[in-house]
């Protein structure tokens, strides 16, 4: 029954998204597996994923596409099929007039990966982001999404000084902006590891609090306080 709670959570979670090419199917397989968890709606996903594929990255629905086909291949424990989605539809978002979208890709990949444990392999996407914004010059919109998440990475790895780094060097930045990423917003305990993804100093505060570290975040906290009232008036 949670199993179900949470399938649904998410699958509804993109009721307001703009509709993906592969809709007709997904939701199909959605309503077998509602029906019958073990069904095996391979077959629905597939199709699905090759009209999102036949769209293209332009289509306004390619992203909730990318991550509803990921979705249900992951329900179906088809893990490798889940990579190779990723793959495929960020090989087909090269070129600079995509480039919003590979970025979007790139986070929704990593962001998958650490919710399956699968650290070392969100670290190298995360990494191989941010590198390719340092040469080009240009930080993307979700800079400091990339940031906080490897950080967390980091923090899940054990390497807390890394992750404490990391977290620091988003200090001075706004909150990241996701609404225009699909992802799965319902988060459960217990369940899989969700990176803190907000405010920098609310979210380095947070890591203070996770490790024993009160004095340090109550004075982030004060500080937000300060910072709020001073521009309240």
């Given at each position: 029954m949670v199993l179900l709670v949470l399938f649904f959570a998410v699958a509804g979670a993109h009721a307001d998204a703009p509709r993906n090419a592969g809709s007709n199917y997904f939701d199909e397989a959605d309503r077998i597996l509602a029906n019958n968890w073990n069904a095996d709606v391979t077959s629905l996903a597939e199709r699905g994923w090759a009209a999102v594929r036949a769209a293209g990255p332009s289509h306004p629905g390619f992203l909730d596409g990318v991550y509803t086909a990921a979705r249900i291949f992951r329900v179906l424990g088809h893990h490798l099929r889940v990579e190779s989605v990723y793959a495929e539809a960020i090989k087909a978002s090269e070129g600079s007039a995509l480039a919003e979208v590979r970025v979007r890709l790139n986070f929704m990949f990593?962001?998958?990966?650490?919710?399956?444990?699968?650290?070392?392999k969100a670290e190298s996407i995360l990494r191989s982001a941010l590198s390719t914004e340092e040469r080009s010059g240009h930080k993307s919109v979700l800079h400091v999404a990339f940031l906080q998440?490897?950080?967390?990475?980091?923090?899940?790895?054990?390497?807390?000084s890394e992750a404490e780094n990391l977290y620091k060097s988003t200090l001075g930045y706004t909150a990241p902006d996701l609404t225009a990423v699909p992802m799965n917003r319902f988060i459960s305990s217990p369940g899989p590891p969700v990176p803190p993804i907000g405010e920098p100093r609310a979210v380095l505060a947070g890591f203070y609090v996770t490790h024993a570290r009160a004095a340090e975040a109550e004075q982030l906290y004060r500080e937000a306080a300060r910072q709020a009232n001073g521009n309240s008036t």
């Open positions: 990593a962001y998958d990966l650490i919710g399956e444990r699968e650290n070392v998440s490897l950080a967390f990475d980091c923090e899940q790895e054990g390497d807390l």
